[in-house]
Nanobody, 125 residues
Framework: QVQLVESGGGLVQAGGSLRLSCVAS????????MGWFRQAPGKERDEFVA?????????AYLDSVKGRFTISRDNVKSTVYLQMNSLKPEDTAVYYC?????????????????WGQGTQVTVSS
């Protein structure tokens, strides 16, 4: 069992930056692929944002965030980060951290086994 707790969300102006953190409980954090998803206002489904694998540290990103967002992990601290730069109003969403038993970055929501409660990110224009 893995429990995930996100933090770092908030209100920021367009062009600004935020860093989200997700702390995982459990002793096997280093063997999980970690991902970030988001659900925008009025949208029924969340969308994949970024993922980082536990073998080789490979990463995957949503096309619209490439070059602006960076996912990283600190296995000693059992924490995954999402550095978000050059934020846009369309990045406004609740951001969720998720953990997958897959060894490589995966983008499908169904590939993830554990989810956090989410943290709100609001980007004003």
């Amino acid at each position: 069992q893995v429990q995930l707790v996100e933090s770092g969300g908030g209100l920021v102006q367009a062009g600004g930056s935020l860093r989200l953190s997700c702390v995982a409980s459990g002793r096997t954090f280093s063997t999980y692929t970690m991902g970030w998803f988001r659900q925008a206002p009025g949208k029924e489904r969340d969308e994949f944002v970024a993922a980082i694998g536990w073998i080789g540290g490979g990463t995957a990103y949503l096309d619209s965030v490439k070059g602006r967002f960076t996912i990283s992990r600190d296995n000693v601290k059992s924490t995954v980060y999402l550095q978000m730069n050059s934020l846009k109003p369309e990045d406004t969403a609740v951001y969720y951290c998720a953990a997958s038993r897959r060894t490589v970055p995966v983008i499908g929501r169904g590939e993830y086994d554990y989810w956090g409660q989410g943290t709100q990110v609001t980007v004003s224009s």
